[in-house]
């Protein structure tokens, strides 16, 4: 069973930045297909990010393109979200999500079977 966690979160003001990290345990982290959601006051799972096994795909929606960079170094079992000029309407519970039956990864949140707890990340302005 593979188990997922995140860390990094917290606050920080308006124009910031922030980068908070994903590891896998339970199972082999080169085999999964990887992604970042967030729940919000308007949405329960929002896409924010996701990257293929190799790391050499990934793809945004477009309030993150620009800002936000996700990328992983499958030899230290690590995959983060770098995120940079956040804004107030970035506060959420940030997820880590993960799927070893897909290569690509996916902006569907029921396509993940592996989620972490989240982490908090709180803008202020």
């Known amino acids: 069973q593979v188990q997922v966690s995140e860390s990094g979160g917290g606050v920080v003001q308006a124009g910031g930045s922030l980068r908070i990290s994903c590891t896998a345990s339970?199972?082999?982290?080169?085999?999964?297909?990887m992604g970042w959601f967030r729940r919000t006051p308007k949405m329960e799972r929002e896409f924010v990010a996701h990257?293929?096994?190799?790391?050499?795909?990934?793809a945004y929606p477009d309030f993150a393109k620009g800002r936000f960079s996700i990328a992983r170094d499958n030899a230290k079992g690590t995959m983060w979200l770098q995120m940079d000029n956040l804004k107030p309407d970035d506060t959420a519970i940030y997820y880590c999500?993960?799927?070893?039956?897909?290569?690509?990864?996916?902006?569907?949140?029921?396509?993940?079977?592996?989620w972490g707890h989240g982490t908090q990340v709180t803008v202020s302005s």
């Open positions: 339970g199972g082999t982290f080169s085999r999964l297909a």
């Open positions: 999500a993960a799927d070893t039956g897909q290569y690509y990864g996916s902006t569907r949140p029921s396509d993940y079977a592996y």
């Open positions: 990257i293929s096994r190799s790391g050499g795909s990934n």
